[in-house]
């Protein structure tokens, strides 16, 4: 059974930053990719980053560019999600998401993945 937990949501002032985690069981991804969306109150799943096995192609939405890094540690099955400069609309339901179905389409797309997690709260207070 394939499982994606995520981990490190939680309060942080403007400006600030948080580290999330996701941790994959039940299978590799090691040669799959692996990202990260997001949804805010009231408002739909938004693509946030992603990236393929070895840490290359790195994807992200304009919003985060220069400001959030997604890495990986394929040994352990883990996806990371640095962010930094936080800001209040950063507030959502992050998770974490794995096996791109069609990689023509793109990473941008909700249903264009196979695996979901949880999802963990990050709330950025002004």
């Known amino acids: 059974q394939v499982q994606l937990v995520e981990s490190g949501g939680g309060l942080v002032q403007a400006g600030g930053s948080l580290r999330l985690s996701c941790a994959a069981s039940?299978?590799?991804?090691?040669?799959?990719?692996m990202g990260w969306f997001r949804q805010p109150p009231g408002k739909e799943r938004e693509f946030v980053g992603s990236i393929y096995w070895e840490g290359n192609y790195p994807d992200y939405a304009d919003s985060v560019k220069g400001r959030f890094t997604i890495s990986r540690d394929n040994a352990k099955n883990m996806l990371y999600l640095q962010m930094n400069s936080l800001k209040p609309e950063d507030t959502a339901v992050y998770y974490c998401t794995a096996d791109m179905k069609a990689l023509q389409r793109g990473s941008s797309f909700p249903d264009n993945w196979n695996y979901w997690g949880q999802g963990t709260q990050v709330t950025v207070l002004s």
């Open positions: 039940g299978r590799s991804f090691s040669r799959s990719f």
